[in-house]
Nanobody, 120 residues
């Protein structure tokens, strides 16, 4: 099986920074795209940023210029550096990975989520 475990969430004031991490483990052969999504109460889950295995990135408009996604392929880990945080960034942040397991099957996997709260 495969597990994605997020860490780094918490409470921060407006203008502050947080760095989220997500480590994938288990019967992994390779990892394609990885990404971060978020879901605020009453809202649908939305894309924050994605990164390919080669490092090509894509950001939601709300994240451009403030958030940076990166990954360490050797550690099967993806990061999200969040700067200039705003109250509207408050949400549960989920890690996603498109992973090929040892059997050759490719599936999407999700982490359990980490809460980010930005106080005004």
């Amino acid at each position: 099986q495969v597990q994605l475990v997020e860490s780094g969430g918490g409470l921060v004031q407006t203008g502050g920074s947080l760095r989220l991490s997500c480590a994938a483990s288990g019967m992994i052969f390779s990892i394609d795209d990885m990404g971060w999504y978020r879901q605020a109460p009453g809202n649908e889950r939305e894309l924050v940023a994605t990164i390919t295995r080669r490092g090509f990135t894509n950001y939601a408009d709300s994240a451009k210029g403030r958030f940076t996604i990166s990954r360490d392929n050797a550690k099967n880990t993806v990061y999200l550096q969040m700067n200039s945080l705003k109250p509207e960034d408050t949400a549960v942040y989920y890690c996603n990975g498109r992973i090929v397991v040892l059997s050759g099957t490719r599936n999407n996997y999700w982490g359990q989520g980490t809460q980010v709260t930005v106080s005004s």
